[in-house]
């Protein structure tokens, strides 16, 4: 005989029923079911004279006989520590047991699907160490900035949209598709001739990646035990580390010996073979918790019609007006300019509208109000914003550091250890005037890629437990996560670069007042091309002490990420069965205790 480990776990089972018997106790004349067990508590209440009787129905199935004898009790009883998917959701669970893949079929799938999280991973990290040169060659570095946030904001913008056609579409296909989208971006930023072209491009190729982005992790729950997705997730962890690696290696080798074009034209050969891999080795399987009677293409196209268009246009309203006006304020604008007064306005008008069209939707709103009752999901959303934020804004002024610096010839080398969290170090790196040892710079930047190492991927990973009985919302969760860590890249660079440029003007007024200005901001590396010797430590100083401004803007923010860090639900993830309890039916269920 099992016994719930307590009143909570136990009236979580649907197959509890009570009942308050006055002065005799006598139990309650319910329907016998089929059970395998039967439990009575008498709890005495109000002095004795009425007790509170449970009846505990550890039911089985109506088809199966009950055992005759106590072996088979317990070799039959379910776990009581947690309820399967099945038992909590229609549609097909997280992780059916018919969907699952396992040792070299499931090694070569996933193979293809991080060759595609790859493809995005080093295209912002090739960017980072071409973009100096890009800025250069089309004589546009006030607008560098718009090269990377294009990009991000694309993304940021349909991440939550996607989330919500995965409700609809197979996964494969959104993850096929996506890469396609990304394919087309990069072939238009290969070829542009001018910078607004290469915009365009990446805006292209950010609609791409939010695809793939959300796309991979529902596929990861659908074809993956529970149990399983620790490594595995981690292992796109370890693919962000070797881009960190290999990006600044590979961009600065293409910018100073090939042309910055291959940054993006090396994404070509590399997706189709992606694509191929994913067509060829997934299988085209259903939503999660979609309802099975419901997929005719009547039905789909009726989902489809069904959208929430009005809540994306709502997020891509209100996201993009705060991006402009932390662009144009303190850069091409002062702060009080009317149009990013107007912008900051619109952005949180446009918030507040969103809000409660989502409320007004419910169930079929792009971010179901469902998804933020738990204190947990906002503690994984305010990790995602903070932890991204640093990330991005160090990952785009690291290169100009070193381009700014007498090493810039070693930009692309010196960067790569590079993938920020927790970023007291490069702060720390710049602090004095005099250069630290570049052995500093590194050991200090290998320290902080620990950092964000370590937490990034388990917010999906939180997520997915948080709404472990709810897969029909695990799509959208995911999406939700993956917004909040681009919208916070988006406003780290956002903030980051008229932060820049409004130092960088006042240190040169200080250190340099005869420098030509529009010439020093347009790129870095005209500092030793364009400029007379005398002038240029004052415009490195200027510089240094610009971007020492930028870094420290790291250090409140990750230090927030630790503190949101610290409410996100402790949970521990195992097999069911793995505490002694007879294992259930299906060898594949999953069990999630908190701990």
């Not at 072939?187 to 292209?204: E, F, K, P, S, T």
């Not at 070797?242 to 050969?269: E, K, Q």
């Not at 694509?275 to 999660?288: C, D, E, R, T, W």
């Not at 305010?382 to 990330?391: Q, T």
């Amino acid at each position: 005989m099992v016994v719930p480990e307590s009143f909570g776990q136990m009236f979580a089972r649907p197959a509890f029923v009570f009942g308050l018997n006055a002065m005799t106790g006598s139990m309650p004349n319910y329907p016998k079911p089929r059970c395998q067990n039967v439990m009575v508590w008498q709890l005495p209440i109000a002095d004795q004279r009425a007790t509170f009787s449970i009846l505990w129905l550890a039911c089985a199935d109506a088809s199966v006989p009950s055992p005759r004898n106590s072996a088979d009790h317990t070799a039959r009883e379910p776990s009581l520590h947690s309820t399967t998917r099945d038992e909590k959701a229609g549609g097909p669970p997280a992780s059916d047991p018919d969907t699952i893949m396992t040792g070299k079929r499931l090694a070569v799938a996933f193979a293809a699907m991080m060759l595609s999280q790859l493809l995005t991973a080093l295209d912002q990290t090739i960017l980072a160490t071409a973009l100096p040169r890009i800025a250069s060659d089309f004589n546009s570095f006030s607008l560098q900035g718009w090269v990377a946030t294009s990009f991000i904001l694309a993304q940021t913008v349909f991440l939550l949209f996607y989330g919500q056609i995965l409700r609809i579409y197979s996964a494969k296909w959104i993850l096929v598709s996506s890469i396609a989208i990304f394919e087309l971006g990069s072939l238009v930023c290969g070829i542009a001739q001018n910078v607004n072209q290469l915009i365009a491009g990446r805006a292209v190729s950010g609609l791409g990646a939010a695809g793939m982005f959300v796309a991979m992790f529902q596929v990861v729950s659908q074809i993956t035990r529970f149990e399983d997705r620790p490594k595995l997730l981690g292992l796109f962890g370890v693919n962000f580390a070797i881009s960190s690696v290999a990006g600044p290696l590979i961009g600065g080798a293409f910018t100073d010996h090939v042309t910055w074009r291959w940054c993006f034209f090396i994404n070509l050969p590399v997706g189709g073979l992606s694509i191929l891999g994913v067509v060829s080795l997934l299988k085209a399987l259903p939503p999660l918790g979609s309802d099975p009677t419901k997929r005719s293409w009547r039905d789909v196209l009726q989902q489809t019609l069904q959208l929430d268009f009005v809540g994306a246009i709502l997020v891509a309203g209100a996201v993009t007006t705060l991006v402009l006006a932390l662009q144009w304020g303190g850069n091409t604008k002062p702060w009080g300019d009317k149009a990013v007064i107007i912008c900051f306005v619109l952005a949180v008008v446009l918030t507040a509208v969103y809000v409660g069209w989502e409320i007004y939707m419910g169930d079929r709103a792009m971010t179901p109000t469902t998804i933020f009752k738990s204190g947990s999901v906002w503690a994984i959303l305010g990790y995602s914003v903070l932890s991204r934020f640093s990330l991005l804004l160090f990952s785009f002024y690291i290169p100009i550091f070193y381009q700014s610096s007498a090493e810039r010839d070693t930009s692309g080398p010196s960067s790569s250890p590079h993938q920020s969290s927790s970023h007291w170090a490069p702060a720390s790196s710049t602090r004095s005037t005099p250069p630290p040892p570049p052995a500093r710079i590194i050991g200090f930047q290998i320290l902080a890629g620990i950092g964000i190492g370590m937490g990034m991927q388990n917010c999906f990973l939180a997520m997915q437990v948080e709404f472990r009985d709810a897969p029909a919302l695990i799509g959208q969760a995911n999406s939700m996560a993956s917004f909040a860590q681009f919208f916070g890249g988006t406003i780290g660079v956002g903030v980051a670069e008229p932060v820049f440029a409004s130092e960088l003007s006042r240190y040169l007024l200080r250190y340099a007042p005869d420098a030509p200005a529009q010439v020093v901001k347009e790129s870095p590396t005209a500092i030793y091309t364009a400029l007379p010797a005398e002038m240029i430590p004052g415009v490195v100083r200027s510089y240094a002490d610009a971007l020492r401004i930028v870094f420290v803007l790291g250090v409140p923010v990750a230090g927030l990420a630790l503190l949101c860090a610290m409410f996100i639900k402790k949970l521990k993830i195992d097999k069911r069965g793995a505490h002694g309890a007879a294992p259930a039916a299906k060898p594949d269920a999953e069990k999630v205790e908190e701990t």
